[in-house]
């Protein structure tokens, strides 16, 4: 599996009861494309990576992260000094969710790029609805490789109906669940 695959080869060709070895190259090549196209489709990135973000402050108390889940938070510096992690309910710091980070007894005060925050989100292995999501993407594209552009065809009298859709409903409905619900 490459670097930044949501699935692997074996995945597809087990979806689509094909023998190992058969079409990998092409298969691989559909992952990744799929891959980068459901990426691109959410908004975010779904694998575990480390970020450091230069942020505006908003005159609250608390700042939405912009990739999540949120594992660790690394620092947070406010107009160039280091706030440090809370200790407890009433004692200054900052303490996070999976989505936001928030200053206890604080406020991230308005400013131009004056919070930096160095923290560490996504999941560390695909989950496995998007993987499955990925396999019936590249399962579409690759049966569709010879049907591209036929709407329709008709066989002894009878007409069969291709769906013309990027993405299957299935995989469409279970990618909606990660898609970026809000702009940091």
Excluded: H, W
């Amino acid at each position: 599996m490459a670097t930044g695959d949501l699935c692997a080869v074996a995945d597809v060709q087990d979806f689509l009861s094909l023998p190992a070895g058969q079409d990998e190259s092409l298969l691989q090549s559909l992952i990744t494309n799929a891959s980068a196209m459901v990426m691109n489709m959410l908004n975010r990135n779904l694998l575990q990576a480390t970020y450091s973000e230069t942020r505006n402050g908003v005159g609250s108390d608390r700042l939405a992260f912009y990739e999540y889940p949120v594992s660790a938070v690394s620092s947070v510096t406010l107009d160039g000094v280091a706030v440090p992690l809370s200790t407890g309910p009433s004692v200054y710091g900052y303490v996070f969710d999976e989505k936001m980070l928030y200053l206890r007894n604080g406020r991230f005060c308005r400013g131009a790029q004056n919070v930096v925050i160095g923290y560490t989100a996504g999941y560390a292995s695909v989950p496995a609805d998007v993987s499955q999501a990925t396999v019936e993407i590249v399962a579409t594209k690759y049966k569709r490789r010879t049907t591209i552009d036929v709407s329709a065809k008709t066989l002894n009298g009878e007409t069969i109906s291709f769906t013309q859709a990027d993405i299957p409903a299935s995989a469409n409905s279970a990618l909606k669940n990660y898609m970026r619900v809000f702009m940091a």
